[in-house]
């Protein structure tokens, strides 16, 4: 498939730089992937959509200040994002710089904040650069999180065109938040507040969880006309055995399964697909590099809440598979000229899977 099939105008007025006040006043598209069928509601409204017996799975990662500036040792400014906390004193990250900081050079972090601290350049992974805290910090048994915690800032993606705020420390993350290692949030979930998901548990709807730490490569783009030919960026994925138990459960009562967000969905068709037991799910922990695009065969997910995409991304890929290109192409259109607002800080979609 060409990478312009995916493709379509967006005016830049409808990318939204800042959530609203009130996370479920969202607006929300419900698209029924088989009949194409549209329908304009309110986030708040969700639960009209619900039956008893369905299940809705979050993904529980935190997202952590990855944003870090400094400089390096010959002056030069730096910034530096952090992709992946491998252990309690290294990361890999992407560095921004007018020349790329070589092997065994110091860099000086987060000054902007006051002394900061420092990290060795080990080695480049690709794009990637494998940092080390210094040994002096080490000594004294500094943390890469809590460094993050100190000096870093909320890594808001690359279409806000502001400086982070103090509420993005609150915004720019689910209400259930828990398990720290994101550098992106699961932007469908920052709809949900504590309110809305009591509601959703009284009417007998059951919530389960998955954690995949979303990486910086979500917003890379694809570079190749063939999207064959596309390479996907590996995230770490958590499927735990009570998730798998109530997906089958749900499945066996007759309920649906909901994914909350395109890394719910990643997270669950990962364990349906890499699994031991083909086509059936079961507990996953381990990376994930799923690439899913039409013709993809779901086996696990019958419907998702999900934001809008970047034109020619791998999410709005995925999400075509779902609901069949061309209902997603009307949907699309469709929100445009209602002017539905855009991207992380935008409106949702609840979308049900095309039925063959």
């Known amino acids: 498939m ?5 493709n379509f105008d967006l005016p830049d007025e409808l990318i939204a730089q800042y959530p609203l006040q009130e996370r479920t006043d969202s607006r929300l598209l419900c698209l029924n992937g088989t009949s194409g069928e549209l329908q304009d509601r309110i986030f708040k409204s969700l639960p009209e959509l619900l039956n008893p017996g369905d299940l809705l799975v979050f993904n529980n ?3 952590i200040p990855a944003r870090l500036f400094g400089q390096k040792s010959t002056g030069g400014k730096l910034e530096v994002l952090v992709e ?5 004193h290294s990361f890999l990250a992407q560095i921004r710089a007018s020349k790329s900081p070589k092997e065994g050079a110091v860099l ?8 900061g601290f420092q990290v060795n350049m080990l080695t480049r992974q690709g794009d990637l650069f494998h940092l080390e805290l210094s040994e002096a910090l080490k000594k004294t048994q500094q943390t890469v999180f809590a460094l993050l915690e100190q000096y870093g800032h909320m890594p808001l993606p690359p279409y ?8 993005d420390l609150q915004r720019y993350q689910t209400v259930y938040a828990k398990e720290k290692g994101a550098v992106a949030a699961p932007t469908a979930g920052l709809h949900f507040d504590k309110m809305l998901l009591e509601t959703i548990n009284k009417i007998g709807v059951d919530t389960a969880w998955v954690t995949l730490h979303v990486g910086a490569g979500t917003f890379q783009p694809v570079r190749v006309d063939n999207i064959l030919d596309h390479k996907m960026h590996s995230e770490y994925v958590d499927v735990p055995a009570e998730t798998v138990a109530k997906i089958k459960h749900t499945h066996a009562q007759g309920g649906r399964v909901i994914a909350v967000g395109t890394t719910a969905m990643r997270s669950l068709e990962s364990a349906s697909t890499f699994g031991s037991q083909k086509d059936e799910i079961e507990e996953y922990h381990a990376d994930t590099d799923i690439f899913i695009y039409p013709g993809y065969q779901f086996k696990t997910v019958d419907a998702m809440v999900t934001n809008f995409h970047l034109p020619e991304s791998t999410l709005i890929m995925l999400i075509s598979a779902f609901a069949g290109l061309d209902n997603v192409k009307k949907a699309y259109q469709h929100a445009i000229e209602h002017k539905y607002r855009f991207f992380s800080y935008g409106d949702a979609m609840f979308i049900t899977a095309q039925k063959t």
């Open 160 to 167: 806000v065109e502001r400086a982070d705020e103090e509420s």
């Open 108 to 115: 000086n972090i987060g000054t902007d904040k006051g002394n």
């Open 2 to 6: 060409k990478l312009s099939e995916f």
């Open 84 to 88: 992946r906390v491998l252990d309690e």
């Open 61 to 63: 990662t935190k997202v």
